[in-house]
């Protein structure tokens, strides 16, 4: 895009990013778990939309391309900060010192549980079961095929009811994935953030 931009097409992008930031940001904090880091991803992600706007806007399903986006930057996220992680149990190790493994905590919440599943099987559960998406919309989010969600999100349910304690029902781990969309928090800052990265392009 130029560095003109007409105001019918800003006025286009504005009403996209007002109705769908909370939504991205959410998305963002349950695949991370941290809220600042939601922030900045759903911001970064429309940074990117608004950078490619005249081809996102000519897209079928600009919404799935969004939130294809902000898994990938999550993903890359999340390895990045696992690599960060290694480096430095590395370093300590050399030094002598022992540690509890940080990722068997004596109690599991829903959010920790999720973060311990495989990324793929993440995105899958917390679009279909937190987002309330239908496999279809899941499928062109993540870029990958119907069927792959459905067996992708079937295996992520089962790996969580084990996570969360034997004797949990498919029903009740379901239920408490989809309670994890109201618990997510409200962006705050990131909006303000994004709409001003997105107006210094124009």
């Not at 429309?46 to 005249?54: K, N, Q, S, V």
């Not at 930057?73 to 300590?92: D, K, N, P, T």
């Not at 068997?104 to 995105?123: I, N």
């Not at 095929?145 to 992708?152: A, H, I, P």
Request: net charge positive; charged share 25%; hydrophobic share 45%.
């Amino acid at each position: 895009m130029g560095t003109v931009v007409d105001d019918a097409t800003a006025a286009e992008f504005h009403a996209f990013f007002e109705r769908h930031y909370a939504e991205l940001s959410r998305l963002a904090y349950l695949l991370t778990g941290d809220a600042d880091t939601a922030d900045d991803l759903a911001a970064d992600a429309l940074l990117a939309m608004w950078r490619r706007w005249d081809r996102v806007r000519a897209a079928d399903h600009p919404v799935a391309y969004a939130r294809g986006v902000v898994a990938n930057l999550a993903r890359s996220r999340i390895r990045s900060a696992v690599r960060e992680r290694r480096r430095v149990s590395l370093f300590w190790s050399q030094r002598g010192e022992r540690f509890d493994d940080p990722d068997v905590p004596a109690v599991l919440d829903v959010q920790a549980a999720l973060r311990r599943l495989p990324f793929r099987k993440r995105a899958c559960v917390v679009l279909r079961y937190a987002l309330d998406l239908s496999e279809r919309d899941t499928a062109l989010a993540l870029g990958i095929s119907v069927g792959t969600v459905k067996s992708q999100s079937s295996r992520g349910m089962a790996e969580l009811g084990r996570l969360l304690g034997p004797g949990a029902t498919a029903e009740e781990v379901q239920a408490t994935v989809a309670s994890q969309r109201a618990a997510a928090p409200t962006p705050a800052h990131g909006s303000a953030r994004a709409s001003t990265r997105a107006e210094g392009r124009g």
